[in-house]
């Protein structure tokens, strides 16, 4: 069973655009959510993670929005660049140094 | 932030043979570290979690006589595959935190059982 449900499969954004990807979850013991940058062949990078006490964060470029209730959250990035084409991960856990559940991943294609 | 490594990066073994992948936490000490699987263009799965000075924790449906883990320091976590065969074929990383921060992701190693 997928604990955390991710979309778009892909997502092909032109260079200056806003990238959106939209996760999902059912356990409300999630307290820790984060997202995470994978290029071919590389571990995943933390890029920006959110407790549920907030409902939005921002990190330069980066926002997570999240919606408690409905137990959702997202991943903005403003004003993509080509050098964001990677794979993108949410995850959640009980507590951050416990075991992630990762999402099925975004494959990120910016075009310039 | 806290650094992870992980050797080798890249390995190819013969079917039957075993081979093992070193996680090492090199600027902090980790009581748990994470090893998960990544299948080409699908996501990471949770194979174990290595504590310790204590036995590992297998995630289920991973054969825990197959995978092999050791984490005989607090800066060393060891996953050995015994017995590969092609199917075993996969990118493996593993993770660890530091106290009382997020978890931080190996490079990677990927495995190639011909």
């Known amino acids: 069973q997928q604990q955390v449900k991710q979309s778009p499969q892909s997502l092909i954004v032109q260079k200056g655009g806003i990238s959106i990807i939209n996760c999902a979850y059912e356990n409300t013991a999630f307290d820790y959510f984060p997202w995470y940058q994978q290029f071919p062949g590389k571990g995943p990078a933390l890029l920006i993670a959110?407790?549920?006490?907030?409902s939005e964060k921002k990190e330069g470029r980066f926002t997570i929005s999240f919606n408690k209730s409905a137990k959702q959250f997202s991943l903005h990035i403003m004003d993509s660049q080509p050098g964001d084409s990677a794979t993108y991960f949410c995850a959640a856990s009980i507590l951050w140094a416990n075991n992630l559940f990762f999402g099925t991943g975004t494959r990120l294609t910016v075009i310039p | 932030g806290a650094v992870v490594s992980q050797h080798p990066s890249w390995v190819i073994c013969k079917s039957g043979t075993s081979v093992k992948i070193e996680c090492r936490s090199l600027?902090?000490?980790?009581?748990?570290m994470f090893w998960y699987r990544q299948f080409p263009k699908q996501s990471l799965m949770l194979m174990a979690t290595?504590?310790?000075?204590?036995?590992?924790?297998?995630e289920q449906g991973v054969e825990k006589d197959k995978f092999l883990i050791n984490h005989a320091s607090l800066t060393l976590s060891t996953l050995t595959v015994t017995s590969a065969h092609p199917e075993d074929s996969s990118f493996y990383i593993c993770s660890a935190a530091p106290p009382g921060a997020e978890q931080y992701f190996g490079p990677g190693t990927r495995l190639t059982v011909t």
């Open positions: 290595s504590n310790e000075g204590s036995k590992a924790t297998y």
């Open positions: 959110i407790r549920p006490d907030v």
């Open positions: 600027d902090f000490q980790a009581t748990t």
